[in-house]
């Protein structure tokens, strides 16, 4: 890519917007979810926290098609339904409160999992697939402008859903986000990111096949032959131990820190945490101009390793706070790492399907890893021993990913 036009800020521009929407609903919200079905229908916190794990199992299963679903119809149709999906899913859990509450809890699971395939489609397979077919050298920096906005929809989603429940209800606050969703989000997606048809795909495939780094044709890729690449389980095992780790850390950062620092103290603490992640998706998308990718995803392994073993050693409230900040740095580059690093090692074509079975690994990670930290958190006392464990996840994630291909 030569030069960058108006198109390639629009989509940007799109990309950060339909984010916002994602990650703000599909994501931030849950608590404000909870909250709604526990003081409306006094479900047991059991029975609704058990939504959020549907929730998940439902993002990484749906993630697996969709990688299909981008390859054949391109990422403008996938992000239009996932979308529409998870505004439904998202309007539904609203409508649940105004159910009586025996009728309602049969119901639960329908909306999370519409939301939760509706976040598969509309979060980082989708949105970097797009990006990746407009830009060349600086697909890092767009990336990371772009998804900068999962971090503001984590900062202005659940204080705006919180305001709007106050001045009406659940269901008319979530009503009103999901219409704002639909109604910003479609046309910035039909206007400005591509559909990408398949014939265009297999030919930027088949100019790729002279490139000796791309081991791929212009058929339709399929997951048995990347799976059978080494290339694919260093980018797969590193970032699944990444990711794992870092969801972790957000569930389970506020009762960790609330021990140490108090609740306002740790309420802060998590706030340092996502305005640093904002500032280290800027400087990751800029590094990733000037250092090998696989290089800069070991070193940010690294670091939120240190960084959660510093705030959970940590003998002083300073120290925490700096692990926090710490971990935070490249909390929200983690996600764009690995993206970047197939991106590297695969087509273009190959690219969606690839991300998309990495994605459920990670995911399904995620899952696991919370409820161990969980599990150890009850048996030991305290979050020390569970906090470690991320850390030593984060080690043989940069172990793995230095690894150099055969």
Request: contains cysteine.
């Given at each position: 890519?030569a ?9 940007v ?9 994602a990650?703000?609903?599909g ?7 909870l909250?709604?079905l526990?003081?409306?229908q006094?479900?047991?916190t059991g029975v ?15 993630g697996?098609?969709v ?11 996938v ?5 529409l999906?998870m ?9 649940l409160t ?7 809890v ?8 519409l939301?939760?395939a509706?976040?598969a489609?509309?979060s ?5 697939t ?5 830009f060349?050298?600086?697909l ?8 900068s906005?999962?971090s ?13 429940s ?6 008319r ?9 639909v109604l910003v989000?479609w046309?910035?997606v039909i206007?400005f990111i ?8 297999r030919?930027e ?6 490139n000796?780094?791309?081991a791929?044709?212009?058929e339709?890729?399929r997951?048995?032959?990347l799976m059978?690449?080494a290339?694919f389980w ?10 794992g ?11 960790a820190?609330e021990?140490k620092?108090?609740?306002v ?15 280290g998706?800027?400087l990751?998308?800029y590094?990733?101009?000037r250092?090998?990718?696989f ?14 073993a510093i ?19 490249v909390?929200g580059?983690i ?31 995620a ?25 030593a996840?984060h080690l ?11």
């Open positions: 890519m030069s960058l036009t108006l198109r390639h800020y629009a989509l521009f799109a990309c950060f917007i339909t984010a916002t929407f990650w703000g609903l994501f931030y919200s849950f608590g404000f979810y909250d709604a526990q003081k409306v006094g479900w047991p609704v926290a058990g939504t959020v794990a549907v929730h998940s199992l439902i993002t990484g299963a749906a697996i098609l990688g299909r679903w981008l390859t054949r119809l391109g990422p403008r149709t992000l239009l339904g996932g979308s999906a505004a439904v899913g998202s309007y539904g859990i609203g409508y105004l159910l009586e509450a025996e009728t309602a049969w119901l639960v699971l329908f909306p999370f999992a939301s939760g509706g976040f489609a509309s980082t397979s989708a949105l970097t797009a990006l990746i077919h407009r060349d050298r600086g890092g920096l767009a990336m990371g402008v772009a998804l906005g999962a503001a929809g984590g900062a202005l989603m659940p204080p705006l859903l919180a305001w709007l106050q001045n009406y209800d659940y269901h606050a979530l009503a009103m986000v999901c219409g704002a969703m989000a046309p910035l206007l591509d559909g990408l048809a398949r014939r265009q795909v030919r495939a088949r100019r790729e096949t002279t000796e780094t791309m791929v044709t212009a339709t890729p997951i048995g032959g059978a690449r290339a260093r980018i797969a095992i590193s970032a699944t131990f990444a990711m780790p870092q969801v972790t850390l957000f569930m389970h950062m506020l009762p820190l021990l620092l108090g609740l103290n740790a309420a802060f603490a998590v706030s340092l945490a996502a305005i640093a992640a904002v500032a998706r800027l990751i998308g590094l990733s101009l250092i090998n990718v290089r800069l995803a070991m070193a940010c392994y690294l670091t939120q390793g240190i960084g959660i705030a959970a050693l940590g003998t002083a409230p300073w120290m925490h706070y700096a692990g926090v900040a710490v971990a935070g740095l909390m580059a996600v764009m790492l690995t993206p970047l690093m197939i991106n590297r090692t695969f087509s273009k074509e190959s690219f969606p399907i690839a991300y998309c079975w990495v994605a459920a690994m990670m995911q399904s990670t899952f696991l890893t919370a409820i161990t930290v969980g599990w150890l958190r009850d048996a030991t006392g305290d979050y020390l021993v569970g906090f470690m464990v991320l850390a996840m043989c994630a940069a172990v793995v990913v230095s690894v150099r291909r055969g």
